[in-house]
C-alpha cells in the first residue's frame, strides 16, 4: 500500500497568512493527488484534484502543486471559513490512501 | 445539482450485518465510479471500496480490512449504491460517506455504524 504523510498533523494560523501543508507518498504518484477539506461534522469537500487542478466554485485562494512522491497544499490568505480539516489523497494505485490529516485552527 | 443521500446505518451487535444505500441524483448515475469511504470517531478517513461504471467494466475493489466481508453494488436503474456489511467488528464503528466519481468529486452527507455489544 502507499503511505501519504501529511504534516504538519495541527496548525494554528491567523487571519491572512500564508498556510502550507505538505503530503509526501511513500511511491510515485505522479499527478494522482487530491485535497479534501473537512469542517466538523460535515462530509469532506473536494478542493484540488491531479496534483494542482481547483475543482469548480472552489475560490483561488486554495492551491496545489508537486508530483511524484511530494506534495503541496497553500492556502495563501487564510479565511475565517477556511478552519477545518484538511486531507491528502492518493487516486493513483489501490487501495486508495488518505493522508492522516492537518487540523487547522486560528491563532 | 448533484446530491447523494445515504441511508441504512444504526446499532447492530457484533458479529451482525447491516446494508447501507446512497441515492444519487442530480448527475448521470449509470457514468459514475462510486466509493464508500468511512471515518471512525475522532479519526481520518479511510476508502472502504469502489465500484467502476459498467462502460468501464463495472470493476469491484476492497479495502483489506473489508475484504470478504463487506460488498458493493449497484443498481443503475434505480440510482442506487449499496454497501452490504457482514460480520461486523467493533472496529467497523464510523461513519459511512458514499462519494462519486474518479476523485470524490461529490459526497453525501454521511450514515453512521455503531457496533457494539
Known amino acids: 500500500d502507499i503511505q501519504m504523510t501529511q504534516s504538519p498533523s495541527s496548525l494554528s494560523a491567523s487571519v491572512g497568512d500564508r498556510v502550507t501543508i505538505t503530503c509526501q507518498a511513500s511511491q510515485d504518484i505522479s499527478k494522482y493527488l487530491n485535497w479534501y477539506q473537512q469542517k466538523p461534522g460535515k462530509a469532506p469537500r473536494l478542493l484540488i484534484y491531479d496534483a494542482s ?28 471559513e477556511d478552519i477545518a480539516a484538511y486531507y491528502c489523497q492518493q487516486s493513483d494505485n489501490l487501495p486508495i490512501t488518505f493522508g492522516q490529516g492537518t487540523r487547522l485552527d486560528l491563532k | 445539482e448533484e446530491q447523494l443521500v445515504e441511508s441504512g446505518g444504526g ?18 448515475f449509470s457514468n459514475a465510479w462510486m466509493s464508500w469511504v468511512r471515518q471512525a470517531p475522532g479519526k481520518g478517513l479511510e476508502w472502504v471500496g469502489r465500484i467502476k ?44 460517506y458514499c462519494a462519486t466519481g474518479r476523485t470524490f468529486d461529490f459526497w453525501g452527507q454521511g450514515t453512521l455504524v455503531t457496533v457494539s455489544s
Open chain 2, 11 to 28: 446499532l447492530v451487535k457484533p458479529g451482525g450485518s447491516l446494508r447501507l444505500s446512497c441515492v444519487a441524483s442530480g448527475f448521470t
Open chain 1, 53 to 80: 487542478n481547483l475543482e469548480t466554485g472552489v475560490p483561488s485562494r486554495f492551491s496545489g502543486s508537486g508530483s511524484g512522491t511530494d506534495f503541496t497544499f497553500t492556502i495563501t490568505t487564510l479565511q475565517p
Open chain 2, 53 to 96: 461504471s459498467k462502460a468501464n467494466g463495472g470493476t469491484i475493489d476492497y479495502a483489506a480490512p473489508v475484504k470478504g466481508r463487506f460488498t458493493v453494488s449497484r443498481d443503475d436503474s434505480k440510482n442506487t449504491f449499496f454497501l452490504q456489511m457482514n460480520s461486523l467488528q467493533t472496529e467497523d464503528t464510523a461513519v459511512y
